[in-house]
Each structure stands twice: as structure tokens, then as C-alpha cells.
């Protein structure tokens, strides 16, 4: 594709429930990158990929959270027993070379 | 620790005017500096980026940013706003590209 997509665009949930979110990178990016924002609030980072590899997990903010990836390619970030504090949109960055990330539209969660 | 600190949640100034946003960071060596923009309803896309050459970066339309080592600084002026320009930016660092730190943004306002 031309950009990075991401899977669902709006989510709505009930406390408790596991969650999916899928990211497909710009084709080639070998790094990419899993960040949230809450509302009203700056960007938060979340993992980041080389790879299929996450040398840096250190931004996940509970065992709740994981992500995966598959090569160089789709990224699931999984969000178990969620929390109505999870509610935020979640985006997803690829780049090539790191300078440059590009961002996904985002997925819109919504924990009742 | 890195951290990224953006003076003005909110900035409102009239069209034609000078675009000053502040964004000072932290960092225990020369980062790299990134502003971003995003639009209403859309995703997140460079503006510029500051990685060691040039301290005044130039970036899409008609911004730029200052490097300034002494007053861990690098904020993002425009001489004339555009109605167009209304968006929120944000300011980002990363020291080695596997994690960026984003500020809480500041959202522009240009009045008629």
C-alpha cells in the first residue's frame, strides 16, 4: 500500500475484553513502531520493532499489553483485560532508516 | 531520561502573523529533533527534523526550527501564518531512533 494502515479505525469494547489491533507497514520499513495517545495528551511511546525482533519493550505499560510482528511486515498490538484507562488511539509508525516515520491513521479504542 | 516540554497547550494568533511554538527537551547527549503536525482528522506528518547538521532547519511549508545546544531548545516559527496552518504540532526527540519521546502538543489557532 502506499501508506501505513491500520485495523480497526474506531473500536468500542467492554471492560475485560481482549482487543486487536493491527498495523501494516509501509512495505520495505523494517522498523516500526506502536505508540498511544489519550486524549488531550502527547504521544506515548510503546514498543518498538526491527524486524520482527522488539529490542525495547520498556514503554508497554503493563503485562496486559503485547505486540507481535510477523517478518518485516503486520504488527498486532494486544491489549488483554482491558481497562476503561486503555481508552486512547493507538498509532503505528513505520520507517526505513528511522529518521523518517510514518504514521497510520490510528485506531480509536473505547473501553466502557 | 529524555523528555520533551511544549510551552502553550493552545496558541491563537491572526493570519499574517509571526508562528512561534516553544518545545525544549532533555537529553543526556545531542539528540535528534523532530516537529510534527497533525490535522484535524488526519494522521501525524513531518514537518522537520534536526540531526546534527544545519542548527536552522528548514521544513514544509515555509517552517522552521532552530537548534539552539545552549538553551536545549528547538522551537518552530513560521513568519506568517495561514488560515491553512491551524493544526496541532507536536515536538519529538530520539537519541538513537529505537524511541521517541513526543511532547503533549500544542494545538495553533489563526484567526481571520
Known amino acids: 500500500g502506499a501508506g501505513v494502515s491500520q485495523s480497526p479505525s474506531n473500536k468500542v469494547t467492554e471492560k475485560g475484553k481482549d482487543v486487536e489491533l493491527r498495523c501494516d507497514p509501509i512495505s520495505g520499513h523494517t522498523a516500526l513502531y506502536w505508540y498511544r495517545q489519550r486524549l488531550g495528551q502527547g504521544l506515548e511511546f510503546l514498543i518498538y520493532?526491527?524486524?520482527?525482533?522488539?529490542?525495547?519493550k520498556s514503554g508497554l505499560p503493563s503485562d496486559r499489553f503485547s505486540a507481535e510482528r510477523t517478518g518485516e511486515s503486520v504488527s498486532t498490538l494486544t491489549i488483554q483485560r482491558t481497562q476503561q484507562e486503555d481508552s486512547a488511539v493507538y498509532l503505528c509508525a513505520s520507517s526505513l532508516q528511522g529518521l523518517m516515520q510514518y504514521f497510520g491513521p490510528g485506531t480509536r479504542l473505547t473501553v466502557l | 531520561a529524555q523528555s520533551v516540554t511544549q510551552l502553550g497547550s493552545h496558541v491563537s494568533v491572526s493570519e499574517g502573523a509571526l508562528v512561534l511554538l516553544r518545545c525544549n527537551y532533555s537529553?543526556?547527549?545531542?539528540?535528534?529533533l523532530f516537529w510534527y503536525v497533525q490535522y484535524p482528522n488526519q494522521g501525524l506528518q513531518l514537518l522537520l527534523k534536526?540531526?546534527?547538521?544545519?542548527?536552522l532547519v528548514k521544513g514544509i511549508n515555509g517552517f522552521e526550527a532552530e537548534f539552539k545546544k545552549s538553551e536545549t531548545s528547538f522551537h518552530l516559527t513560521k513568519p506568517s501564518a495561514h488560515m491553512s496552518d491551524a493544526a496541532e504540532y507536536f515536538c519529538?526527540?530520539?537519541?538513537?531512533?529505537?524511541?521517541?519521546?513526543f511532547g503533549s502538543g500544542t494545538k495553533l489557532n489563526v484567526k481571520p
Open positions: 519529538a526527540v530520539s537519541e538513537e531512533f529505537n524511541k521517541f519521546y
Open positions: 520493532f526491527q524486524g520482527n525482533s522488539a529490542p525495547d
Open positions: 534536526y540531526t546534527s547538521a544545519a542548527t
Open positions: 537529553s543526556s547527549v545531542p539528540p535528534y
